[in-house]
């Protein structure tokens, strides 16, 4: 079974998580029931002057 990559939650790690449990046939469920992890991305701008700077 083809599996896919997807944001998991800290909540969600643990000695059980398997990379089986996220196939092509139920990644559609879970990204329609979980809360979108990069809705904010987008809402803040990062001064990559500034962040380089620090290095």
Do not use: G, H
């Not at 092509?24 to 001064?47: A, G, L, M, Q």
């Amino acid at each position: 079974m083809a599996t896919v990559s997807t944001p998991i939650s800290w909540d969600e790690v643990d000695n059980d998580l398997s990379i089986q449990d996220f196939t092509i046939f139920n990644i559609y469920d879970r990204v329609t029931t979980i809360n979108d992890p990069w809705e904010k991305i987008f809402s803040s701008k990062v001064d990559i002057k500034k962040a380089l700077a620090k290095y």
